[in-house]
């Protein structure tokens, strides 16, 4: 045999190989296949930041006692500052970082809206120059990968214009998405992706339109007839789901302790609503990723005999701008997956340190943590992190909340000085009760249980009896709302 016929019987073999590889890939039933993609949210870009100028008209301003602004002495920082929106430089670091850390190796992007800065009176035109921008960048970014994008409450509100404002988007976006996609966008700025090889389904959402804007009306722009006819369609073809939208069902965790309307941000009967149906689809939905809170959290969503079925990633935002719960170091978040079960597997969350990135004039995007070893979890799914998060109220836990504590103003604060016990019970509330009744008597019953017990008149500082209390608080707090989880661990 001559070597070149060698060559020839051997590439012919290797050709042979690699066919029934594919095949072999093809028809097992398990050709699961690991993937990545990127969520990222809020980046609030605010065209106007400037690190020079007069700083009392800019957002560096600080208020005064009677509400007048006065200026600031701190130098301004080329990638941001806590009291402002996403100069440039930042935006275009974010996008760099994203390329960088992972390449082209991603199946698409998740993009949960409030694109734009914090500008009440901004004109809907200036808005939507803004995000043209944005858009603009992240094609470049990533210009052989579909980017998912939804409607943030910053954003060009088209619930305001009507159709015409859902199709001036839709015009940007149209090369991500196809034209069933278009069509729902147009109608009212939600749409679903078949991923045609694969059983995932992507569900994106118009949350604006469960908010106050939209009144009284029962199903705004039919969204909640869509979802649960997309739903019911992907029980019966056996798909799995993501629920994506930008503003999440339940309350802000960064509310200290107050209980203000503020941070319900869908209305009550919308809240239930999402929630009714969450529980009934839990089998088929396999992740929920949403923004907006600016900050790094999650909930859990209880089947009514209080079993854990499903959970939601909050991903922080790219601005630092302190919202009225707090400010954060801009963050990134990179998911991986199951890309045909659609079963997210871990995350990486990527941070920069906002201050460090301005003394030293170069933003260093660094992995912040892994969340599987963050905090020690076999898994991601909701039983996990309930388990997690009902050791946040056991003393042994305490290393655990303090990790999550850190993660959630991204390192913006580095200890849980400055959340007391009370802090920490609204965070274990808001992740665990997202209906809004369960929520305020989880706060509640801790208060009455603290009363009842007669040791408010001691005049101990409030938040050194709920600390000293917490396990009797968290116990009582189990037995009144969730009855039934006597079989699951909870330390
Ligand atoms: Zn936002
Ligand atoms: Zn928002």
């Not at 993501?242 to 509310?255: I, K």
């Not at 996990?384 to 604060?413: C, K, M, P």
């Not at 009370?422 to 992740?431: F, G, L, N, R």
């Given at each position: 045999?001559?070597?070149?016929?060698?060559?020839f019987f051997s590439s012919r073999k290797m050709?042979?190989?690699?066919?029934?590889?594919?095949?072999?890939?093809?028809l097992s039933p398990s050709a699961a296949r690991?993937?990545?993609?990127?969520?990222?949210?809020?980046?609030?870009?605010?065209?106007?930041?400037?690190?020079?100028?007069?700083?009392?008209?800019?957002?560096?301003?600080?208020?005064?006692?009677?509400?007048?602004?006065?200026?600031?002495?701190?130098?301004?920082?080329?990638?941001?500052?806590?009291?402002?929106?996403?100069?440039?430089?930042?935006?275009?670091?974010?996008?760099?970082?994203?390329?960088?850390?992972?390449?082209?190796?991603?199946?698409?992007?998740?993009?949960?809206?409030?694109?734009?800065?914090?500008?009440?009176?901004?004109?809907?035109?200036?808005?939507?120059?803004?995000?043209?921008?944005?858009?603009?960048?992240?094609?470049?970014?990533?210009?052989?990968?579909?980017?998912?994008?939804?409607?943030?409450?910053?954003?060009?509100?088209?619930?305001?214009?009507?159709?015409?404002?859902?199709?001036?988007?839709?015009?940007?976006?149209?090369?991500?998405?196809?034209?069933?996609?278009?069509?729902?966008?147009?109608?009212?700025?939600?749409?679903?992706?078949?991923?045609?090889?694969?059983?995932?389904?992507?569900?994106?959402?118009?949350?604006?339109?469960?908010?106050?804007?939209?009144?009284?009306?029962?199903?705004?722009?039919?969204?909640?007839?869509?979802?649960?006819?997309?739903?019911?369609?992907?029980?019966?073809?056996?798909?799995?789901?993501?629920?994506?939208?930008?503003?999440?069902?339940?309350?802000?965790?960064?509310?200290?302790?107050?209980?203000?309307?503020?941070?319900?941000?869908?209305?009550?009967?919308?809240?239930?609503?999402?929630?009714?149906?969450?529980?009934?689809?839990?089998?088929?939905?396999?992740?929920?990723?949403?923004?907006?809170?600016?900050?790094?959290?999650?909930?859990?969503?209880?089947?009514?005999?209080?079993?854990?079925?499903?959970?939601?990633?909050?991903?922080?935002?790219?601005?630092?701008?302190?919202?009225?719960?707090?400010?954060?170091?801009?963050g990134l978040r990179l998911y991986k997956f199951?890309?045909?079960?659609?079963?997210?597997?871990?995350?990486?969350?990527?941070?920069?340190?906002?201050?460090?990135?301005?003394?030293?004039?170069?933003?260093?995007?660094?992995?912040?943590?892994?969340?599987?070893?963050?905090?020690?979890?076999?898994?991601?799914?909701?039983?996990?992190?309930?388990?997690?998060?009902?050791?946040?109220?056991?003393?042994?836990?305490?290393?655990?909340?303090?990790?999550?504590?850190?993660?959630?103003?991204?390192?913006?604060?580095?200890?849980?000085?400055?959340?007391?016990?009370?802090?920490?019970?609204?965070?274990?509330?808001?992740?665990?009760?997202?209906?809004?009744?369960?929520?305020?008597?989880?706060?509640?019953?801790?208060?009455?249980?603290?009363?009842?017990?007669?040791?408010?008149?001691?005049?101990?500082?409030?938040?050194?009896?709920?600390?000293?209390?917490?396990?009797?608080?968290?116990?009582?707090?189990?037995?009144?709302?969730?009855?039934?989880?006597?079989?699951?661990?909870?330390?």
């Amino acid at each position: 045999m001559t070597p070149r016929r060698q060559d020839f019987f051997s590439s012919r073999k290797m050709l042979f190989l690699g066919l029934a590889f594919h095949l072999f890939l093809l028809l097992s039933p398990s050709a699961a296949r690991i993937g990545y993609f990127w969520h990222i949210t809020d980046i609030h870009y605010d065209v106007h930041y400037s690190v020079s100028g007069d700083i009392r008209k800019s957002c560096r301003r600080t208020e005064n006692k009677l509400g007048g602004a006065v200026g600031n002495s701190r130098p301004a920082g080329r990638f941001g500052d806590h009291n402002c929106d996403s100069p440039w430089d930042l935006v275009e670091s974010a996008a760099k970082a994203m390329k960088s850390k992972h390449g082209d190796n991603i199946e698409f992007v998740l993009w949960t809206g409030d694109g734009v800065a914090h500008s009440p009176g901004v004109s809907g035109d200036h808005q939507l120059e803004r995000l043209k921008n944005l858009t603009h960048l992240l094609r470049h970014t990533f210009s052989s990968q579909f980017v998912f994008p939804v409607l943030g409450h910053d954003d060009p509100n088209p619930g305001l214009h009507f159709g015409q404002g859902y199709r001036d988007v839709a015009n940007y976006w149209r090369p991500w998405l196809p034209t069933e996609a278009i069509q729902t966008f147009n109608k009212g700025g939600y749409y679903t992706i078949e991923r045609k090889l694969q059983k995932l389904r992507l569900v994106m959402l118009n949350t604006n339109l469960c908010s106050d804007i939209v009144g009284n009306e029962e199903d705004p722009a039919g969204q909640w007839a869509w979802l649960e006819e997309t739903l019911q369609k992907s029980q019966r073809n056996r798909e799995t789901v993501y629920l994506v939208g930008h503003m999440p069902p339940g309350v802000d965790e960064r509310q200290n302790g107050g209980i203000s309307p503020y941070h319900e941000v869908f209305q009550a009967r919308f809240n239930q609503r999402y929630l009714r149906l969450v529980r009934k689809y839990s089998d088929i939905i396999v992740g929920q990723f949403f923004g907006h809170l600016h900050s790094d959290s999650f909930r859990i969503v209880y089947s009514d005999t209080g079993r854990p079925v499903s959970w939601i990633f909050l991903t922080p935002a790219v601005s630092p701008k302190k919202t009225p719960s707090g400010a954060n170091n801009p963050g990134l978040r990179l998911y991986k997956f199951d890309t045909d079960s659609g079963q997210v597997l871990d995350y990486r969350q990527y941070y920069l340190d906002l201050d460090a990135a301005n003394r030293q004039n170069v933003a260093e995007w660094q992995p912040e943590y892994n969340f599987t070893d963050h905090y020690g979890l076999n898994e991601v799914s909701a039983h996990e992190l309930h388990n997690l998060v009902e050791s946040f109220a056991v003393q042994e836990g305490a290393t655990l909340f303090s990790r999550y504590y850190r993660a959630n103003s991204v390192r913006f604060h580095h200890n849980t000085e400055g959340c007391d016990a009370s802090c920490a019970h609204t965070h274990y509330c808001a992740i665990t009760r997202l209906d809004y009744q369960e929520f305020r008597s989880c706060l509640e019953t801790a208060a009455s249980a603290l009363a009842s017990a007669g040791v408010i008149a001691l005049c101990i500082p409030w938040s050194l009896l709920v600390l000293l209390l917490m396990p009797l608080l968290h116990a009582l707090v189990q037995s009144v709302l969730m009855p039934s989880f006597g079989g699951l661990h909870y330390s």
